[in-house]
């Protein structure tokens, strides 16, 4: 008679689990395996980052292309525009404030040409402004109702006369005709009452001298045509 040995539920039952529990596991490990041994995309053969060399930078020694930058140790003479003198005392100022600034030689040089057009623009509009002021006083000097109208021309040699007797070069060269003092109309006011006051005919000074003939009015004091 043949023994037959059957196994029983219970042990089927623990075989499946043990086989269901180990597959698993045996699959994530084999992988992470593969993971340790497999080098990483795209660095196979590249040497570590610690052992790459260090590329030099553009502008440091040794680079003979690069231009020089920064302040020279001593600025150079700098060019003024024709007919422009630059001040020696501002020059040396702005000297110490483009070192300061670290400005190249050519960058401190556009600075300069830059401060002489603005000086000679302000000068421009100074000198326009003047003339307009000036324009206006001899306008006012012809409408005066005192001093202007159909007598203007002749107060005018009369304040001519005054300002010739009793008025110094000096007098006329700086208050006449560098200021032009002489075309204001209180100035033309006053030196036609002094005409008023002296001689219609020959003035004798102080000296004893007969003073010369009154000049062709324009000349040192008063000039019609300027504003006219």
């Known amino acids: 008679m043949t023994d037959t040995v059957t196994a029983s539920p219970q042990e089927?039952?623990?075989?499946?689990a043990t086989d269901g529990a180990t597959k698993p596991e045996a699959e994530a490990?084999?992988?992470e395996a593969q993971t340790q041994q497999a080098p990483a995309e795209g660095t196979?053969?590249?040497a570590p980052k610690g052992d790459e060399p260090?590329?030099?930078?553009?502008g440091k020694?040794?680079?003979?292309?690069?231009?020089?930058?920064?302040?020279?140790?001593?600025?150079?003479?700098?060019?003024?525009?024709e007919g422009v003198e630059l001040d020696a005392t501002v020059l040396d100022e702005f000297k110490g404030v483009a070192k300061e600034l670290n400005l190249p030689q050519d960058q401190a040089q556009r600075v300069v040409d830059l401060g002489a057009k603005l000086a000679q623009s302000w000068a421009?509009?100074?000198?326009?402004a003047t003339d307009a002021l000036i324009?206006?006083?001899?306008?006012?000097?012809?409408?005066?109702?005192?001093?202007?109208?159909?007598a203007f021309e002749q107060n005018l040699a009369l304040a001519k006369k005054a300002t010739d007797a009793f008025g110094s070069d000096e007098f006329?060269?700086?208050?006449l005709e560098k200021y032009r003092l002489g075309d204001h109309p209180e100035f033309i006011r006053l030196m036609v009452k002094v005409g008023k006051a002296i001689s219609e005919d020959t003035l004798v000074p102080a000296s004893g001298a007969a003073a010369p003939a009154p000049r062709e009015f324009g000349a040192s004091f008063y000039k019609p045509s300027s504003s006219s």
Do not use: V
């Open 12 to 16: 089927n039952t623990d075989a499946t």
């Open 29 to 31: 490990a084999g992988a």
């Open 44 to 46: 196979e053969g590249e």
């Open 54 to 58: 260090a590329k030099p930078e553009a």
């Open 61 to 81: 020694e040794g680079d003979k292309d690069a231009a020089p930058t920064g302040a020279p140790e001593a600025y150079e003479d700098f060019k003024a525009p």
């Open 124 to 128: 421009e509009k100074s000198n326009e």
């Open 135 to 150: 324009a206006g006083w001899a306008e006012a000097a012809k409408t005066d109702k005192e001093i202007g109208g159909e």
């Open 172 to 175: 006329k060269a700086e208050l």
